[in-house]
């Protein structure tokens, strides 16, 4: 399975700031997502990140609050734009490689406290 | 829009019984995964289940799918305080790559 890195691992930030997060993967992989999960909640899809064009949103999450970038078939960046208390969570990477015969692998997550 | 619901949302169970988790979901899929989560940690994944009638197993868990009930349940068996955990089922639709989850399966087993 793939080795994911997310950076940060936590962050507390003032109400107004913008905080990016990176998600390395040590091979190429076809699919990148980002998540929310919020305290004691389920995971939410934000975006599919996709490669060299524009992410793909899920309803009720819009790229000017948060925009994706996906250079390469390794790396991603999310970043949380204008922060309000609203906004604390874990956001989440995750990989795919291929059709979905493989699971969906996660990275260890970035909580994210907005003061 | 795919729906997937969890039951029990909350289970605790005394060490050595046997209890199953159900997961459903509201359209047709052809990927279904099951994840644990441990407080404070991300997800790692248990099983992947490809068609309908697919099980696996894998220590005290196992885990079927019926495509036609759309339906899938994991089942614990003589549980032991290291399965303590949420687990969480996902659902792939048929087109597409995007995971939709259910609400989590808290699972405390007592000593």
């Known amino acids: 399975s793939a080795v994911i890195s997310q950076k940060p691992s936590r962050d507390i930030c003032q109400r107004g700031t913008s905080l990016t997060i990176q998600c390395q993967v040590d091979?190429?992989?076809?699919?990148m997502f980002w998540y929310r999960q919020q305290p004691g909640q389920s995971l939410t899809l934000i975006a599919t990140?996709?490669?060299?064009?524009?992410?793909?949103?899920e309803s009720g999450f819009v790229i000017d609050k948060f925009p994706i970038s996906r250079p390469n078939l390794t790396f991603s960046t999310l970043t949380v734009s204008n922060m309000s208390p609203e906004d604390s969570s874990i956001y989440l990477c995750s990989v795919a490689k291929g059709s979905g015969n493989q699971p969906q692998h996660f990275g260890d997550g970035t909580r994210l406290s907005i003061l | 829009e795919l729906k997937v619901e969890q039951n029990p949302l909350f289970l605790s169970m005394q060490e050595g019984k046997n209890y199953t988790i159900y997961c459903n979901y509201s359209?047709?899929?052809?990927?279904l995964y099951w994840y644990r989560q441990d407080p404070g940690k991300s997800l790692e994944s248990l099983f992947v289940l490809l068609s309908n009638g697919a099980v696996k197993q894998e220590g005290r868990l196992m885990a079927s799918l019926d495509t036609k009930a759309r339906l899938s349940t994991l089942h614990i068996t003589a549980a032991v305080h290291d399965l303590s955990a949420t687990y969480f089922c996902?659902?792939?639709?048929?087109?597409?790559?995007?995971?939709?989850f259910g609400e989590g399966t808290q699972l405390t087993v007592n000593p």
């Open positions: 091979s190429q992989v076809t699919m």
């Open positions: 996902a659902v792939k639709e048929t087109s597409g790559s995007r995971l939709t």
């Open positions: 359209t047709t899929s052809d990927r």
């Open positions: 990140a996709n490669q060299g064009s524009e992410a793909t949103y």
